[in-house]
Structures are given as C-alpha cells and as structure tokens.
C-alpha cells in the first residue's frame, strides 16, 4: 500500500522560503507522477506543483511559477517542494499527492494517493 508522509511545514514571514518533503513507500510500480496540492480555509484545492518521476517533467500552477521549485531524489523516494518569497496567500494546508497517470495532478485536481498533509503558514 502507498504511504506518503510529508515535512518541512511551518511558519514563515513574507518573502521567506521553505522546503517541503514527501517521502513515498510501499511502490510497487515505476512509473507514476507526484505533486502537491493546497487547500485554504474556504477555499478550493489548488494545484501547485507536479514532478514526472521518470522524465522529469514538471508542471507549475500558475500562482506559484518563478517562486517554487519541484525536485526529487530518486534514490530516498523523497520529492520537495523549495518554496521561495512565500507570500501570505500561499498559506494553506499542502497535500503531497502521486498519480498512476501522467497529467491527472495538473490538469485534471486529482490524484490516486495523498498523505496527510502539512500547514504552511505566512504571516505578512
């Protein structure tokens, strides 16, 4: 069963930076996608980030492009999400997510997997 378990959330001023983790367990296949999403009181979910885990392609939300990067390391199972100039709009609850498919987490808001996600929050 697919297990994945988020860190790195916390408390930040504006214009600061975190890095968010995800490590995976329990894979079985070797080809899938990974991301995150965020979800704010009131709010609708979010696509933020997406990674390929094989090619490496990765995909953006339009809020966060030019401020976030998604990395991975292969050998942990592990993705991050290095967030830069954090703005109080990013605060939000960040869900990492895997997908089976390759473009169901950008296009589509929907994953087969998701951890128990981690509070980012950012105070102006």
């Known amino acids: 069963q697919v297990h994945l378990v988020e860190s790195g959330g916390g408390l930040v001023q504006a214009g600061g930076s975190l890095r968010l983790s995800c490590t995976a367990s329990g894979l079985t296949f070797s080809t899938y996608t990974m991301g995150w999403f965020r979800q704010a009181p009131g709010k609708d979910r979010e696509f933020v980030a997406a990674?390929?885990?094989?090619?490496?392609?990765?995909y953006y939300g339009n809020s966060v492009k030019g401020r976030f990067t998604i990395s991975t390391h292969n050998d942990k199972n592990t993705m991050y999400l290095h967030m830069n100039n954090l703005k109080p709009e990013d605060t939000a609850v960040y869900y990492c997510?895997?997908?089976?498919?390759?473009?169901?987490?950008?296009?589509?808001?929907?994953?087969?997997?998701w951890g128990q996600g981690t509070q980012v929050t950012v105070s102006s």
């Open positions: 990674i390929n885990w094989s090619g490496g392609n990765t």
């Open positions: 997510v895997l997908d089976l498919e390759s473009d169901r987490i950008a296009y589509r808001n929907t994953a087969d997997y």
